[in-house]
Each structure stands twice: as structure tokens, then as C-alpha cells.
């Protein structure tokens, strides 16, 4: 077993141990968190069913985005959606036998993978061409975008250019799930791609990538209009009333 | 110290996102609350000694307290939606008030101090140090947000600027660095029952002269009744209403309906303001304490009905909140709650909008009206934020559009509609919201009110309105300061109500 078989392996371990763990944390951390006040965005739906749907256009389809900005929504729903497609395109790499919608999505996900890179590049253009987002952009916010641009282009990269034995690359996988760690071909593309993947999960639950738990706990899009029908209390506020 | 030379901004007729100029707006900042108006309402009199560790450690409390602040704080991607949305950076072009810039002056020190990123690496990720200069940045931007959540609707997480801008105010009153204005105006309301100040005594001669000038005017004995045991609606409004031009016309208004609706109300002299300034400055406690006024006076004149004046912040306050902070609203199992809401009559909404109140009478047909008599009036009309989008009227979403526009449709002929994406959900702040209706930010509150002078202008020019209704105190005194700025007469700016006023026809309903 190469030396960089056994890296790789700990090192996802390691990563999926923290993206998970991580996120349970500031999941539960949100969850926990009361919301004292009603503060919905108003026009805001009157009833449960009115929010799974508000929430629904709001992450399928970044409602406020599209209202706010075309630009910015071109190019992020053309990147959220093709990571998306290509996220699942990756599930044959962790199934056996590879789940037949799995199968549909291939030819997609292929496609998306240069999708996904355009909008990052969208998105990185505004950084330094748009003197307000320059204004406020940090360094990790750059980063971020060299992240994900660095996985979607090594990803390419192998398809397109440097061929990686993807049967060793699922073989190691299906290993990694089975807690039986099988050989991972030596290939440097691919050694980049896994590194970067791996760092992505690892900066998740630390970074601004919190935005995909957080949307659903923000109170102006969670929370149904009906402060007048239902008396809403939270806790520490109702222990002011015990006095 | 006089307020700065400042020049009004040119009103362009395409609107256009300025080019950012950093600290345009660095002079700018109320004035800082002194020690007797602070110890007044518990806040330490001066900024306190050690005021970094006090001001980390009351941040920590809030993040515990309140999910929005957590979870706006760690959302931000920093995407630019909302960087040419708020109407205090498209006035005055400084960096520090777009949204995000905004909430990155409080997100830099959650981060160094409550993040591992921002522990490890803070350059990386824009965390900083809660200095001297990163504090009085605090004190200036966080006093630069008129929290109208014009950002919110933008934002794709939702993050509203005005729950950050909150906790900022909160967590600089905790140090003893709060602003006068609102602070010495929470002071008054707990000592004297309204934000201006004026005593129970000097509240029912002007109630009295308003029934002699109302007799006068119309030959009809209108009552403004004050302290009725038993009266079936208490009318809660901004102090404003009482005293000042144009708020007085529609408290003319307000009484008008009732009178010839029949109904009987009255006011408070306990609860003479529908204003909650503990909102402005993100205070839980001042918030409910402030609100806790309208419970017992309606508790002690057993209404039936409470119904709120024409009042952005206060609609918001009522509708959103008092249900939670008092009780008054309906659907409450607690006792503290049912105490009151069994007392309350619970065909109505509790508490409604006097807007609310007047439309369903207009649609009962219980009122009547001379509509020509507006006929000097083309009329626009003027969302104001809280009510835009932190309430709602009637059964709908979006009531709070439609209500307001119905009635004065209802009582005038001649209506005009400001340009799409300036009205409704999207619509701008009059500049003078949030705390900031003080005359040492008057740069501020002109410069923020461009936006809306810039579409207001579309309409004067186009279909010759000269006359802007708005249903909030704070706008109709904001706009009256302003107008003149922008070359409009400041009398164009009015009530909802004051229309009514106008056009209603009293005494012979049947």
C-alpha cells in the first residue's frame, strides 16, 4: 500500500468526520438558538405550507437573488446547479451497483462540470470588476472561489486531458466505506483533485459555506406571518413575564 | 456644534449606483447620550472602562439570545446583492453603508472572537480587533441604518442589516455609548407616557382644541375622548399626532371615522404613544417595558379593541410583536396572555391598523364621502419600510399595500402610482427612520432621502402630484425637514387619514 493511499485515506476520514460533526454542530447550534421575535420578511407566507414553499423558490431557485441582482444570479444558480448535477454525476463513484438515475445524470454532470467553472469565473469577475464587490471582498472569499474552481478544473482536467483509472478511484471509495482501504492509483491530477475536495470539506463547517444550513434557519424567510393569530415565546423571553 | 455644510444631491432622472467614496459620511453621528439620560433607563452613563471585554462579552449574550444575529453573521458570502440597496449609500456614496459593509464592521469582531477561522486566521477572513476606531466606526454606521430592511428582501439568506444594526446599538448602549436621541426619548416615555414629553394635562387642552377647531371647521361635535372607562376601541398613537404638521390632520381623521362609524373609543393618557424607540435601539427589555404601557392601560379601560394610528415603527412593534410582548393578539394558552386577550373582542384583529379599521367600514358602507373634495390632491403614496415589510393588514400578504391604497382611492379621484421597484416591498426609507430623526444627522437624512425624492420627482414632473400620503409619523416629520431640500413644497407631504379627513362626510349617514 503507497504511502499516498494511506494520506488519502485519513485524510478523507478525517474530512468527512469534520464536515459531518462540524455541521451537526452549527446545525444544532442554529436549531437551538431561539428566535425571540416574529420577523418574517414581509409580504411573508401566513402558514407552514406557504414557507416550505417560499423556502423551496428561495434555495431551488434564489428568489431574492433574481429580484436583486441578474448577474449575480445568472452566475450563481449556473454554478449551484451544475455542482449540483456534478455532486450526483460523483455518486457512481460510492455506489455498487450504481443507482440507474445515477446513470441518467452521467452525460449531464459531464457537461455541467464546464458550467460550473463558468460561473465560478462569473463570479470571481465581479470580485474585481465591480468596484463595490471588490470593496467588500476578503481574501478568503477569493480563496473560496480558487477552491472550487481548482476542484472543477483537476476534475476536468482527467476527463479531458490526463485519464485517471477512475475503476482504482471508485475501488478506493467503495474501500473507504467498507473500512477495507484498497490501493488509490498514483496520478498526480488526481492527488490534486482529492486534496482540494478534501479541504473544501474541511473549511465547510468553518466558513462562509455555512450559508447552505443557514438559509433555512434565517427567521425573515422561516418564519410565517401570523404574529397576531399565534402568541410566539421564547424561552428566556418568557421567564421575564414570571416576575 | 452646528450640523456640517453638506450639498443636497442632484436628482437624476435615471437613477444611476454611485462610485463608492470611502468615509464620506465618517462625520457623521448623533450625539452621544450623557450620563443622566443613560443612568435614566440603566444603561452606565459613560463609556465604561473596560469597555472591549464588556462589549465582546455582551455580543456572546446576544449570540445566544437571538438565532437571527448567529445565523446572519456566519451566511454572508459576500455575493454584492445587496450593496446598491440601501437608500443611505445610494445618497451619499460612502462604502460603510452598503448592507454588507455594514454588517461586517459587528462580523469582523464575531468573527476574530467567536470563530476558529477568525482565531487562526483573521487576516484571511476579515477579522478584526475590537479597537477604538473599529468602535467608533460602531457608533457612526450602526447610527447610519435607519434598520428599513430594504436589504432583507434582496439578500438570498434573508439577512436583514436592521437585526445586526440592532444588536450593535444594544451591545454600544451596554457599554455606556448610546445615542441621545433615542435614548433620552425612551426616557420620556417611561416618565411622562409619550416620546415627546407632553403631560396628561397639556395632552387634553390640545384634545379640547382640537374638538372646537373641529366643530369650527365642520359644525359637527367630533370627540377626541381621553381616559373613557369602557369605550369600546383605545386608539394608540404617535405622539406626533397630538401636536404636529401634517401627523394632527390625520388624528382629525382617526376621530372622524369613528365618530361617524359610531364607535365608540378612546386614548390613554397612560399608553399617549404607539412609538417603541426600545426597538431603534435593539433593547428586549426597554422594548417589552415600553409595550407593557399599552397592556395595562388597556387592562384598566377594559377595551375591547386596541387599534394603532398611522405609525411605521409602531405598526411594526404592534402587529409583530405585541402579541408576544403583551399579550394583545389572540391564539395565547399562558395566563399572563389570556388575561387580557379574554377581555379583547376577538371578531376584530387584535391589535388592527387604523387603515384596516377604515376599510372595513368603507366596505361595510358605513362611511360616506364627498370624493371631489380631494380633487386639489393628485396623490401618490409612500410605503413606509416597517409596515412594508416587517407587517402586514387585512387577511392577505400584502395587505399592507393594498389597504392603505384602497381607502384613498376610496376618498380621492386622482391617484398616481411611483415607479415600480421604489414602492411595495421595495420600497426606499423616507431617510428619517430607525432613531435618526435628529437634527445633527440632517446630512444623513437628506442624502438618504434621495432615492425616494428621485422617484417622487418622476411623478411630480410627469402627472403633477402634489401631494405624497404616508401612514408614519416619522416619514410625515421626516419629508416635512427634507422636501424643501429637493426643491418641493414641504406641505405636499400627508397622511392617509388627512385625505379621509377631507373627503368624509359626517352626520348624515343614513
Not at chain 1, 499516498?4 to 451537526?24: D, E, K, P
Not at chain 2, 450593535?168 to 414629553?197: A, C, F, M, P, W
Not at chain 2, 442624502?447 to 405624497?468: I, S, T, Y
Amino acid at each position: 500500500m503507497s504511502a499516498a493511499t494511506i494520506f488519502f485515506a485519513v485524510i478523507f476520514y478525517a474530512a468527512t468526520a469534520i464536515l459531518v460533526a462540524g455541521l451537526a454542530y452549527k446545525i444544532a447550534d442554529y436549531y437551538r438558538t431561539p428566535a425571540p421575535l416574529k420577523i418574517p420578511t414581509t409580504p411573508a407566507p401566513t402558514g407552514t405550507g406557504g414557507v416550505v414553499l417560499r423556502m423551496l423558490r428561495e434555495v431551488a431557485l434564489f428568489e431574492s437573488l433574481f429580484k436583486s441582482n441578474l448577474w449575480i444570479w445568472a452566475f450563481g444558480i449556473l454554478f449551484h446547479g451544475a455542482l449540483l448535477l456534478v455532486l450526483l454525476r460523483h455518486l457512481r463513484y460510492f455506489t455498487e451497483p450504481v443507482w440507474f438515475w445515477v446513470g441518467w445524470v452521467q452525460p449531464f454532470g459531464l457537461y455541467a462540470g464546464f458550467a460550473m467553472v463558468a460561473g465560478l469565473i462569473g463570479l470571481w469577475g465581479r470580485r474585481f470588476l465591480v468596484e463595490r464587490i471588490r470593496y467588500i471582498s476578503t481574501p478568503s472569499d477569493h480563496l473560496m472561489l480558487a477552491l472550487l474552481a481548482g476542484i472543477g478544473l483537476s476534475g476536468l482536467g482527467m476527463k479531458f486531458l490526463m485519464h485517471t483509472d477512475i475503476v482504482g478511484v471508485k475501488a478506493f471509495f467503495l474501500g473507504l466505506m467498507r473500512f477495507d482501504i484498497q490501493p488509490l492509483p498514483a496520478d498526480i491530477g488526481l492527488y490534486v483533485h482529492l486534496t482540494l475536495v478534501a479541504a473544501l470539506m474541511i473549511v465547510f463547517p468553518f466558513s462562509k459555506l455555512l450559508h447552505a444550513p443557514g438559509v433555512f434557519f434565517s427567521p425573515s424567510r422561516n418564519q410565517a406571518d401570523d404574529p397576531r393569530e399565534k402568541r410566539h415565546l421564547a424561552p428566556w423571553a418568557a421567564e421575564l413575564e414570571k416576575n | 456644534m452646528a450640523a456640517a455644510e453638506f450639498t443636497t444631491p442632484e436628482l437624476k432622472e435615471f437613477p444611476a449606483i454611485p462610485a463608492l467614496r470611502p468615509d464620506a459620511m465618517a462625520e457623521s453621528k448623533p450625539y452621544v447620550a450623557s450620563d443622566k439620560i443613560n443612568a435614566a433607563i440603566g444603561f452606565p452613563g459613560e463609556l465604561v472602562p473596560d469597555w472591549e471585554a464588556k462589549a465582546i462579552g455582551r455580543l456572546g449574550e446576544l449570540l445566544k439570545k437571538y438565532r437571527s444575529l448567529k445565523v446572519y453573521l456566519d451566511s454572508c458570502v459576500h455575493c454584492g446583492a445587496c450593496t446598491d440597496k440601501c437608500h443611505y449609500f445610494l445618497g451619499t456614496s460612502d462604502p460603510k453603508n452598503m448592507p454588507v459593509a455594514r454588517q461586517d464592521l459587528l462580523r469582523g469582531v464575531y468573527r476574530r472572537h467567536f470563530t476558529l477561522a477568525g482565531k487562526l486566521f483573521p487576516k484571511l477572513v476579515g477579522a478584526t480587533e475590537l479597537t477604538r476606531e473599529v468602535l467608533d466606526d460602531w457608533y457612526k454606521y450602526y447610527n447610519q441604518c435607519s434598520e428599513c430592511r430594504r436589504c432583507s428582501v434582496f439578500c438570498p439568506y434573508g439577512i436583514d442589516t436592521a437585526e445586526i444594526t440592532m444588536a450593535g446599538r444594544e451591545i454600544l448602549d451596554s457599554i455606556g455609548y448610546g445615542q441621545k436621541y433615542s435614548n433620552e426619548i425612551i426616557g420620556k416615555v417611561h416618565k411622562i407616557g409619550n416620546n415627546l414629553g407632553l403631560p396628561g394635562p397639556a395632552l387634553e387642552d390640545t384634545l379640547q382644541g382640537l374638538e372646537e377647531d373641529v366643530k369650527e371647521d365642520t359644525g359637527v361635535d367630533v370627540k377626541f375622548p381621553m381616559d373613557v372607562q369602557g369605550a369600546e376601541v383605545l386608539l394608540v398613537t404617535p405622539s406626533a399626532d397630538f401636536f404636529a404638521e401634517p401627523h394632527i390632520d390625520s388624528l382629525i381623521g382617526y376621530a372622524k371615522v369613528f365618530h361617524a362609524a359610531g364607535v365608540s373609543w378612546t386614548l390613554s393618557s397612560k399608553a399617549s404613544e404607539a412609538g417603541n424607540f426600545g426597538m431603534f435601539i435593539g433593547n428586549y427589555d426597554q422594548l417589552r417595558r415600553i409595550a407593557l404601557r399599552i397592556r395595562e392601560a388597556a387592562l384598566e379601560l377594559g377595551v375591547k379593541r386596541i387599534v394603532v394610528g398611522e405609525c411605521g415603527h409602531a405598526w411594526r412593534v404592534a402587529y409583530s410583536f405585541w402579541n408576544t410582548l403583551t399579550g394583545v393578539g389572540a391564539g395565547a394558552t399562558d395566563p399572563f396572555a389570556i388575561e387580557l386577550q379574554k377581555q379583547l373582542d376577538h371578531r376584530y384583529k387584535q391589535p388592527a391598523h387604523i387603515c384596516e379599521v377604515t376599510w372595513d367600514l368603507i366596505q361595510q358602507g358605513a362611511l360616506k364621502f364627498d370624493k371631489e373634495a380631494n380633487d386639489h390632491r393628485i396623490v401618490t403614496f409612500h410605503d413606509s419600510c416597517n409596515v412594508a415589510r416587517a407587517s402586514r393588514m387585512g387577511d392577505a400578504p400584502g395587505g399592507q399595500f393594498e389597504i392603505p391604497r384602497s381607502i384613498i382611492k376610496a376618498v380621492a379621484n386622482k391617484y398616481v402610482e411611483m415607479a415600480p421597484g421604489t414602492t411595495h416591498e421595495a420600497t426606499f426609507c423616507c431617510g428619517g427612520g430607525g432613531g435618526l430623526l435628529t437634527d445633527e444627522l440632517l446630512e444623513l437624512r437628506v442624502k438618504g432621502a434621495l432615492p425616494r425624492m428621485e422617484a417622487l420627482k418622476q411623478v411630480v414632473d410627469r402627472d403633477g402630484v402634489n401631494f405624497m400620503a404616508t401612514i408614519c409619523a416619522i416619514c410625515k416629520a421626516q419629508f416635512t425637514k427634507v422636501l424643501p431640500y429637493y426643491k418641493f413644497n414641504r406641505g405636499m407631504v400627508g397622511g392617509v387619514h388627512q385625505l379621509v379627513s377631507t373627503a368624509i362626510k359626517l352626520g348624515s349617514n343614513d
